[in-house]
């Protein structure tokens, strides 16, 4: 400002910066506004806010009398806590590697110019298109201990087969992770396909020239050429896992007991029909805590990767 | 001898591609099995049910749990099915859309060809609001939608999709825009068009793939909603999600698994029409959801 | 018509600085031309002169009119892009209207304009169709157009002919000349081509970092360089740079060179040697003035015959470049192509230094005038 001051004075014909500040220029500031302030207000406001509550010892009400960490002392005492977050590391690190195997193999499988892909990678990808709630929904009964898939086996001659992991705490969390590897391999298959098919062709063409098979190719040179896909896939996976709610909502409803909980219920529970706003509002700060751990080095690796393009 | 070498592969190759379609398909059954499970059991009556299995099929069709589902099921202590959450829905998500669309691609067009000092910040800022756990944001919005009168509307549940919502069309549409020359815009203005004047003459009417993407993405997303649907609504104003839920951990009398399956269905319905009739346009959107966010 | 004053203009982004105190000044109907390396700047001057950018510094006055803080579209300018920047989603027609259309001119007068552009660049047959339906050509012409359409003040043109052939380079820079005879229009021109610039411009301004080094009439630039970099820059295949060592002999300053043998040659500007007597400067030989022997030039004054040693000869058509080593330096010489040489040989050339240039070694500033 004081630089157009100035200029201002240089000159007795200057036309002076105040002609063009006109509503035109203020045009793109004027229309980003309204994201602006939401963003700023509901997105970092917001966090702040909850963390402001994490400290504090609301109940029903939000109070802001502070009780310095203690809330954060009492989720790790909480038992069900603890439930829920070793529930998470198993929930999410079985989907997050079942999710990528069986994404690549499908992806690897179905680039080998396979007749009708089309209709095969619609029918991979489907489950992707609709609710947690429908797919919760649905697996609740497939996986219902009498009259799911233990009576259909049971009909087909397999007298002793046993299926009963809904109603089993320890091994509910399985359920969990079986829905939710049926709901999103496909869109990691999808990923992959989309990287496969930006592979250079001519690399790949360098490799057989070079004596290489096709499984030495896929393993030597074109999946390390896929990490990005990886990094992405990895970081969508446990994205994904981190925010689960809807499908423990609708499969298990944390239950037997609260053996399936996963933090995303445990703080849902606590904070809107437990009563108990500080707790929740800390367990909500740790899972943002987690995402963060994920989201920095991703997000700082895709930031460095675009200036170098 | 090379000759015979070659008639093996290739005799191998074949047992290899067979076993790769064999096992391609058994994939595709198991992927389409639940959804074939569901629409089995919604066919069924509950006496069929209770003495089938899973795949058996319906002693005859019978769409008596589907309307009972549409309309008379109980979600919690009301009897009126899914219809009236299911409009509920549309009512949630048609403006939702809409508007976050719109922002959206005004956005990327000012974040894309109208830099200011900060709007390349003020994107990296909003990246960040599509990553985080919404449960971080959960009880300030509750507070604040008491404040603004619009707690337990779906005016309320359509301003908190679009404003968490926004992020996502911003990113989609500024993908897209940085990829229109800058000198499209140079000469436009040189030409004496505007700021509204080029978006709407030059730039919109070149937007129609990224809108379609945006749009079938941002619906998807909202359809399928359970988290915000569940926080922010009231009895009356549920989404279908919420209501699905509701209608399934209902247990008045025995339970009635074709009319759960048929409700889900419903559910299921608007998005797995956009999916099979867009499918294209909605793995695009995951796709480039996926790479740059 | 306009004249067009650009004052000390400064433009900066953060901390660097692209354009540093830009000064230049052309009457009205002139063609200048801006040339330069990439990344000098010259796209950046355009914008700021059609204030598609705002300047950090200065004043930019169009027909006396400091239009510094105008918004583009008072300035009444048109300007043709490298990559055209065709409307997309418009027809020819509409696209050479849009502008028009944005001043509010009625309807009709819309059309007979478009007409009249369209008959002066012959695209008539191409106003219905879409820009992605023609060719590189038809766009390029179709982008002319538009800026045609509005009579502006002013011309911009940044690298228009860059995305065309060779051929139709040749062609389109003809009717860019035909244009501006007829209309003459104000025109400030990018490019990178050496004979587009000296065969448009009215004059020429080479720019280097963000700095005009030197502005002048095509002949000017090409005769009297004003530094080592507009005289290495402007002139294909460039001009020779030779090391040589000011002596005194017969009582004038001359210069010596290592040929094939060491060479004495005189010099025009006696006055400017004077301090470099015994010191080493650069003496700047177009390859023309380094020529096979030619009988009508014998013994005029600022001609020395020398033997040089061709390392590779390379056949033009009209001319032959030969090229030699002089004073350590490689030197190109522009010879008739009925001149027997061949690689390995001596043979003997034409030295004419009446049109020489001298630099400095160390600064590269001109020392004679
Ligand atoms: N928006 C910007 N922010 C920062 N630097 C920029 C910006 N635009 C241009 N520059 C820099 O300014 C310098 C001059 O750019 P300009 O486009 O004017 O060069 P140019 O002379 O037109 O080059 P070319 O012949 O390649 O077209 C370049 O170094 C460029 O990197
Ligand atoms: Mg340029």
Same mark, same amino acid.
């Given at each position: 400002?004081?630089?157009?001051?100035?200029?201002?004075?240089?000159?007795?014909?200057?036309?002076?910066?105040?002609?063009?500040?006109?509503?035109?220029?203020?045009? *793109?500031?004027? &229309?980003?506004?309204?994201? @602006?302030? %939401? =963003? +700023?207000?509901?997105?970092? #406001?917001?966090?702040?806010?909850?963390?402001?509550?994490?400290?504090?010892?609301?109940?029903?009400?939000?109070?802001?009398?502070?009780?310095?960490?203690?809330?954060?002392?009492?989720?790790?005492?909480?038992?069900?806590?603890?439930?829920?977050?070793?529930?998470?590391?198993?929930?999410?690190?079985?989907?997050?590697?079942?999710?990528?195997?069986?994404?690549?193999?499908?992806?690897?499988?179905?680039?080998?110019?396979?007749?009708?892909?089309?209709?095969?990678?619609?029918?991979?990808?489907?489950?992707?298109?609709?609710?947690?709630?429908?797919?919760?929904?649905?697996?609740?009964?497939?996986?219902?201990?009498?009259?799911?898939?233990?009576?259909?086996?049971?009909?087909?001659?397999?007298?002793?087969?046993?299926?009963?992991?809904?109603?089993? *705490?320890?091994? &509910?969390?399985?359920?969990? @992770?079986? %829905? =939710? +590897?049926?709901?999103?391999? #496909?869109?990691?298959?999808?990923?992959?396909?989309?990287?496969?098919?930006?592979?250079?062709?001519?690399?790949?063409?360098?490799?057989?020239?070079?004596?290489?098979?096709?499984?030495?190719?896929?393993?030597?040179?074109?999946?390390?050429?896929?990490?990005?896909?990886?990094?992405?896939?990895?970081?969508?996976?446990?994205?994904?896992?981190?925010?689960?709610?809807?499908?423990?909502?609708?499969?298990?409803?944390?239950?037997?007991?609260?053996?399936?909980?996963?933090?995303?219920?445990?703080?849902?529970?606590?904070?809107?029909?437990?009563?108990?706003?500080?707790?929740?509002?800390?367990?909500?700060?740790?899972?943002?805590?987690?995402?963060?751990?994920?989201?920095?080095?991703?997000?700082?690796?895709?930031?460095?990767?675009?200036?170098?393009? | 001898?090379?000759?015979?070498?070659?008639?093996?592969?290739?005799?191998?190759?074949?047992?290899?591609?067979?076993?790769?379609?064999?096992?391609?398909?058994?994939?595709?059954?198991?992927?389409?099995?639940?959804?074939?499970?569901?629409?089995?059991?919604?066919?069924?009556?509950?006496?069929?049910?209770?003495?089938?299995?899973?795949?058996?099929?319906?002693?005859?069709?019978?769409?008596?749990?589907?309307?009972?589902?549409?309309?008379?099921?109980?979600?919690?202590?009301?009897?009126?099915?899914?219809?009236?959450?299911?409009?509920?829905?549309?009512?949630?998500?048609?403006?939702?859309?809409?508007?976050?669309?719109?922002?959206?691609?005004?956005?990327?067009?000012?974040?894309?060809?109208?830099?200011?000092?900060?709007?390349?910040?003020?994107?990296?800022?909003?990246?960040?609001?599509?990553?985080?756990?919404?449960?971080?944001?959960?009880?300030?919005?509750?507070?604040?939608?008491?404040?603004?009168?619009?707690?337990?509307?779906?005016?309320?549940?359509?301003?908190?999709?679009?404003?968490?919502?926004?992020?996502?069309?911003?990113?989609?549409?500024?993908?897209?825009?940085?990829?229109?020359?800058?000198?499209?815009?140079?000469?436009?203005?040189?030409?004496?068009?505007?700021?509204?004047?080029?978006?709407?003459?030059?730039?919109?009417?070149?937007?129609?793939?990224?809108?379609?993407?945006?749009?079938?993405?941002?619906?998807?997303?909202?359809?399928?909603?359970?988290?915000?649907?569940?926080?922010?609504?009231?009895?009356?104003?549920?989404?279908?999600?919420?209501?699905?839920?509701?209608?399934?951990?209902?247990?008045?009398?025995?339970?009635?698994?074709?009319?759960?399956?048929?409700?889900?269905?419903?559910?299921?319905?608007?998005?797995?029409?956009?999916?099979?009739?867009?499918?294209?346009?909605?793995?695009?959107?995951?796709?480039?959801?996926?790479?740059?966010? | 018509?306009?004249?067009?004053?650009?004052?000390?203009?400064?433009?900066?982004?953060?901390?660097?600085?692209?354009?540093?105190?830009?000064?230049?000044?052309?009457?009205?109907?002139?063609?200048?031309?801006?040339?330069?390396?990439?990344?000098?700047?010259?796209?950046?001057?355009?914008?700021?002169?059609?204030?598609?950018?705002?300047?950090?510094?200065?004043?930019?006055?169009?027909?006396?009119?400091?239009?510094?803080?105008?918004?583009?579209?008072?300035?009444?300018?048109?300007?043709?892009?490298?990559?055209?920047?065709?409307?997309?989603?418009?027809?020819?027609?509409?696209?050479?209207?849009?502008?028009?259309?944005?001043?509010?001119?009625?309807?009709?007068?819309?059309?007979?304009?478009?007409?009249?552009?369209?008959?002066?660049?012959?695209?008539?047959?191409?106003?219905?169709?879409?820009?992605?339906?023609?060719?590189?050509?038809?766009?390029?012409?179709?982008?002319?157009?538009?800026?045609?359409?509005?009579?502006?003040?002013?011309?911009?043109?940044?690298?228009?002919?860059?995305?065309?052939?060779?051929?139709?380079?040749?062609?389109?820079?003809?009717?860019?000349?035909?244009?501006?005879?007829?209309?003459?229009?104000?025109?400030?021109?990018?490019?990178?081509?050496?004979?587009?610039?000296?065969?448009?411009?009215?004059?020429?301004?080479?720019?280097?970092?963000?700095?005009?080094?030197?502005?002048?009439?095509?002949?000017?630039?090409?005769?009297?360089?004003?530094?080592?970099?507009?005289?290495?820059?402007?002139?294909?295949?460039?001009?020779?740079?030779?090391?040589?060592?000011?002596?005194?002999?017969?009582?004038?300053?001359?210069?010596?060179?290592?040929?094939?043998?060491?060479?004495?040659?005189?010099?025009?500007?006696?006055?400017?040697?004077?301090?470099?007597?015994?010191?080493?400067?650069?003496?700047?030989?177009?390859?023309?003035?380094?020529?096979?022997?030619?009988?009508?030039?014998?013994?005029?004054?600022?001609?020395?015959?020398?033997?040089?040693?061709?390392?590779?000869?390379?056949?033009?058509?009209?001319?032959?470049?030969?090229?030699?080593?002089?004073?350590?330096?490689?030197?190109?010489?522009?010879?008739?192509?009925?001149?027997?040489?061949?690689?390995?040989?001596?043979?003997?050339?034409?030295?004419?230094?009446?049109?020489?240039?001298?630099?400095?070694?160390?600064?590269?500033?001109?020392?004679?005038?």
């Amino acid at each position: 400002m004081n630089k157009n001051a100035a200029n201002a004075g240089s000159g007795a014909t200057q036309a002076g910066r105040p002609a063009r500040l006109s509503l035109a220029d203020w045009m *793109p500031k004027i &229309v980003m506004a309204p994201t @602006v302030v %939401a =963003a +700023v207000v509901c997105i970092y #406001g917001y966090m702040i806010w909850t963390a402001v509550l994490s400290f504090t010892n609301s109940r029903m009400l939000p109070s802001y009398k502070f009780v310095g960490l203690e809330q954060y002392e009492r989720l790790f005492m909480n038992d069900r806590w603890i439930v829920a977050l070793t529930n998470l590391g198993v929930f999410g690190g079985l989907f997050i590697l079942i999710c990528l195997f069986l994404g690549v193999m499908l992806a690897i499988f179905l680039d080998q110019k396979i007749r009708a892909e089309g209709a095969i990678r619609t029918i991979y990808l489907y489950p992707m298109a609709i609710s947690f709630i429908v797919t919760g929904t649905a697996w609740k009964w497939l996986l219902n201990p009498t009259n799911g898939i233990e009576k259909m086996m049971i009909e087909l001659g397999f007298e002793d087969f046993r299926f009963n992991w809904l109603s089993d *705490p320890d091994m &509910v969390v399985y359920c969990l @992770v079986i %829905a =939710a +590897v049926w709901q999103a391999s #496909g869109f990691v298959m999808a990923l992959f396909l989309a990287g496969l098919r930006g592979v250079d062709g001519e690399m790949i063409k360098a490799a057989q020239l070079d004596g290489a098979g096709i499984i030495t190719t896929y393993r030597r040179i074109i999946l390390p050429s896929l990490k990005p896909v990886f990094f992405s896939a990895l970081v969508i996976l446990s994205h994904i896992a981190i925010k689960s709610f809807d499908l423990v909502a609708a499969l298990t409803n944390g239950g037997p007991g609260y053996s399936s909980d996963l933090p995303a219920n445990f703080m849902y529970a606590h904070a809107f029909t437990r009563s108990q706003i500080g707790l929740g509002a800390a367990s909500a700060m740790v899972m943002l805590g987690c995402v963060l751990a994920i989201l920095i080095p991703y997000l700082y690796s895709e930031l460095r990767g675009e200036r170098h393009e | 001898m090379s000759n015979v070498a070659k008639r093996q592969t290739s005799g191998l190759d074949k047992v290899l591609r067979v076993a790769l379609y064999v096992c391609l398909l058994a994939m595709a059954a198991v992927y389409l099995a639940p959804f074939i499970v569901m629409l089995l059991t919604s066919l069924k009556d509950v006496e069929e049910i209770r003495s089938g299995t899973l795949l058996s099929l319906p002693g005859s069709i019978d769409f008596s749990a589907w309307s009972k589902a549409w309309s008379g099921a109980c979600t919690g202590s009301q009897c009126e099915g899914m219809a009236p959450y299911f409009m509920n829905s549309f009512k949630i998500v048609i403006p939702a859309v809409a508007i976050s669309t719109l922002l959206g691609a005004i956005n990327g067009y000012v974040i894309s060809h109208w830099k200011f000092r900060g709007s390349d910040f003020f994107f990296a800022a909003l990246l960040v609001g599509c990553f985080i756990p919404f449960q971080v944001i959960l009880l300030p919005m509750a507070r604040t939608l008491g404040w603004l009168g619009i707690a337990n509307t779906t005016t309320g549940l359509v301003l908190v999709h679009v404003v968490y919502g926004v992020a996502f069309t911003t990113l989609f549409f500024r993908n897209f825009y940085q990829s229109i020359p800058g000198e499209l815009i140079k000469a436009a203005r040189l030409d004496g068009a505007g700021f509204f004047t080029i978006f709407y003459r030059i730039i919109l009417p070149v937007s129609t793939p990224i809108i379609v993407v945006t749009v079938i993405w941002q619906f998807t997303q909202i359809w399928n909603d359970f988290l915000f649907g569940v926080a922010f609504s009231g009895f009356d104003t549920q989404p279908v999600t919420v209501a699905l839920n509701n209608l399934v951990n209902t247990s008045f009398g025995g339970k009635e698994y074709n009319v759960d399956m048929a409700a889900a269905i419903i559910a299921a319905l608007p998005t797995l029409l956009v999916y099979v009739l867009a499918g294209k346009y909605f793995v695009r959107g995951l796709t480039a959801g996926a790479v740059k966010g | 018509m306009a004249n067009l004053v650009i004052e000390n203009v400064k433009k900066r982004y953060g901390q660097t600085e692209i354009l540093k105190g830009i000064n230049i000044s052309i009457e009205a109907g002139e063609f200048l031309i801006l040339v330069g390396p990439s990344g000098c700047g010259k796209s950046t001057l355009m914008n700021s002169i059609a204030g598609l950018e705002d300047v950090s510094e200065g004043r930019i006055l169009i027909d006396n009119n400091d239009v510094t803080y105008s918004s583009p579209k008072d300035r009444d300018i048109a300007m043709v892009f490298q990559s055209y920047a065709l409307y997309p989603n418009m027809t020819v027609a509409q696209n050479i209207s849009f502008g028009l259309e944005m001043r509010k001119v009625p309807k009709d007068e819309r059309e007979a304009e478009v007409q009249r552009v369209a008959d002066m660049l012959q695209i008539g047959h191409l106003l219905k169709r879409k820009p992605a339906q023609l060719s590189g050509g038809q766009r390029q012409r179709v982008a002319m157009g538009r800026a045609l359409a509005r009579r502006p003040k002013m011309y911009l043109f940044d690298e228009p002919l860059s995305n065309l052939d060779a051929k139709l380079r040749v062609e389109m820079r003809t009717e860019i000349k035909k244009l501006h005879q007829k209309l003459g229009t104000t025109i400030v021109y990018v490019t990178h081509d050496q004979i587009e610039a000296m065969t448009l411009a009215d004059r020429i301004a080479v720019m280097k970092d963000g700095e005009v080094q030197q502005l002048g009439t095509p002949q000017e630039i090409y005769d009297n360089p004003t530094n080592l970099f507009v005289a290495g820059f402007m002139g294909s295949p460039a001009m020779n740079f030779v090391p040589a060592k000011v002596v005194e002999q017969n009582g004038a300053f001359a210069l010596e060179l290592q040929a094939s043998k060491p060479t004495v040659v005189p010099f025009p500007d006696q006055e400017s040697l004077k301090p470099y007597l015994g010191k080493e400067i650069l003496l700047g030989l177009r390859p023309e003035m380094i020529t096979e022997p030619q009988p009508h030039k014998e013994g005029a004054e600022f001609v020395v015959t020398a033997d040089i040693d061709v390392e590779v000869t390379e056949p033009m058509g009209a001319d032959t470049m030969v090229l030699t080593r002089i004073s350590e330096a490689e030197v190109n010489c522009r010879c008739n192509p009925v001149y027997p040489t061949k690689a390995g040989e001596t043979i003997a050339m034409m030295l004419d230094t009446s049109k020489a240039v001298a630099f400095d070694k160390d600064t590269g500033e001109r020392i004679d005038r």
